[in-house]
């Protein structure tokens, strides 16, 4: 049986760091590629970054030098490094992944998701 299980949020203070994680089981991932998606209260899901199986990344304009997302293919886990957090973060992160070539943004495209981690940052 195929999981994604995100893992790392939490409360912040505006301005702090988090670092989520999201393992994944059942079969390797190492040729897919990992996404993280974030859903605010009221607010549809949206983008936040993708990494393909041979490590090209890619976020949207608003986290771009402020998180990072990074796999470890060994493990089967991706991450995203999340700094100079503020209140406009504040979300659920899901984790997400696809088997191809696909549209990065497109959450339709993707085939399993996690259960998703609460951030909340505080200003």
């Known amino acids: 049986q195929v999981q994604l299980v995100e893992s790392g949020g939490g409360l912040v203070q505006a301005g702090g760091s988090l670092r989520l994680s999201c393992a994944a089981s059942?079969?390797?991932?190492?040729?897919?590629?990992m996404g993280w998606f974030r859903q605010a209260p009221g607010k549809e899901r949206e983008f936040v970054a993708a990494i393909t199986w041979n490590f090209g990344t890619l976020y949207r304009n608003s986290v771009k030098g402020r998180f990072i997302i990074s796999r470890d293919s060994a493990k089967n886990t991706v991450y995203l490094q999340m700094n100079s957090l503020n209140s406009e973060d504040t979300a659920v992160y899901y984790c997400?992944?696809?088997?191809?070539?696909?549209?990065?943004?497109?959450?339709?495209?993707?085939?399993?998701w996690g259960q998703g981690t609460q951030v909340t940052v505080s200003s």
């Open positions: 997400a992944a696809a088997f191809g070539d696909i549209n990065l943004y497109r959450e339709d495209l993707y085939n399993y």
């Open positions: 059942g079969r390797t991932f190492s040729r897919d590629v």
